[in-house]
């Protein structure tokens, strides 16, 4: 199982990245896939993710309105559009896959947590600064 990180990079305030996960190994549509976030110093969190079979989403409030998480199921990819970013999204971007416990956090609309994810991608790094 891989999951691939790009996209990310260093972009002033209030501008826009786009970062995409391509995942291969695994039957796409039978998992969850989620984006975290790590900052120096914190502790990995959830900022997204989503169920490509149904395309169920689940935001942080953090980012609700910023951005969007979207999948391509043809291409095995899930994108997050990120806009209005701030200092505080700076942060190691990781992409990971889950089964049935991610998708029912999914689905119940909880916070994604790290724990509920088997497979990780190594991270794209996301800087805003002016």
């Known amino acids: 199982v891989q999951l691939e990180e790009s996209g990310g990079g260093l972009v002033a305030p209030g501008g826009s990245l786009r970062l995409s996960c391509v995942v291969s190994g695994l039957i796409f549509d039978d998992h969850a896939v989620g984006w975290f976030r790590q900052a120096p110093g914190k502790e990995r969190e959830g900022v997204s993710c989503?169920?490509?079979?149904?395309?169920?989403?689940y935001y942080d409030d953090s980012v609700k309105g910023r951005f969007t998480i979207s999948s391509d199921s043809a291409k095995s990819t899930v994108y997050l559009q990120m806009n209005s970013l701030k200092p505080d999204d700076a942060a190691v971007y990781y992409c990971?896959?889950?089964?049935?416990?991610?998708?029912?956090?999914?689905?119940?609309?909880?916070?994604?947590?790290?724990?509920?994810?088997?497979?990780w991608g190594h991270g794209t790094q996301v800087t805003v600064s002016s």
């Open positions: 989503i169920s490509p079979s149904d395309g169920t989403k």
């Open positions: 990971a896959a889950g089964t049935y416990t991610a998708i029912a956090a999914i689905i119940n609309n909880f916070k994604p947590a790290p724990h509920d994810y088997e497979y």
